[in-house]
């Protein structure tokens, strides 16, 4: 049961430019949506998070936004850099309990 | 001065063999995870431990036993390691309350050969 979907599953975007990374989920009981970013041989790594109760939050460069009548939420990474080349990850949770879409590798092509 | 430590890093083992994999936590956060990525990098949450207690367990082989001696440390045991089992673990911590930050470990690759 795919509860979080993620697209695209791989994205190349070039230095400078807008990275989009979309997420839907299913269950209306979750409350809690973060991204967590991916090095090779790391572990995710918080990037931002937001709550159903607003419909944006910016930290720097990274803003969600939600749609929660939609039950969508997406990642956009203004200014792209290839240090933000990584896997990005959406999550849904509730009580502690985070459900991970697939993953999206991204590429910053200098 | 790592905030989630596991190990060992790499883990290459045979079929039939059982195996731990240690975690700390340094942050003193009440509450301890263990998570699966396989092959296609997709993350599943196994256990969830508050406190030394169980708190979250998802349909994970009897094999697999979570084991928390205190609320630092969450180890992870396999009995009878299958070829499926190779994986990537991760384990993490977060502080008791909704929507607090999870911090993952660098995680343990797993091989089954």
């Known amino acids: 049961q795919q509860q979080v979907k993620q697209s695209p599953q791989s994205l190349i975007v070039q230095k400078g430019g807008i990275s989009i990374i979309n997420c839907a989920y299913e269950n209306t009981a979750f409350d809690y949506f973060p991204w967590y970013q991916q090095f090779p041989g790391k572990g995710p790594a918080l990037l931002i998070a937001i709550r159903p109760d607003v419909s944006e939050k910016k930290e720097g460069r990274f803003t969600i936004s939600f749609n929660k009548s939609a039950k969508q939420f997406s990642l956009h990474i203004m200014d792209s850099q290839p240090g933000d080349s990584a896997t990005y990850f959406c999550?849904?949770?509730?009580?502690?309990?985070?459900?991970f879409g697939q993953g999206t590798r991204l590429t910053i092509n200098p | 001065d790592t905030a989630v430590s596991q190990t060992p890093k790499y883990l290459v083992t045979q079929m039939g063999n059982d195996k731990s994999i240690k975690c700390e936590q340094n942050l003193g956060h009440d509450t301890m995870y263990w998570y699966k990525q396989d092959s296609k990098k997709f993350l599943k949450i196994m256990f969830s431990y508050n406190n030394k207690e169980l708190i979250i367990n998802e349909t994970v082989p009897n094999r697999f036993s979570p084991k928390s001696p205190d609320k630092a440390h969450l180890n992870l045991h396999i009995n009878s390691l299958e070829l499926g089992d190779s994986a990537v673990y991760f384990c993490?911590?977060?502080?008791?309350?909704?929507?607090?930050?999870?911090?993952f470990g660098q995680g343990t690759r797993l091989t089954v050969v």
């Open positions: 993490a911590s977060s502080q008791v309350g909704e929507g607090s930050e999870a911090f």
């Open positions: 999550a849904a949770g509730r009580a502690q309990k985070l459900v």
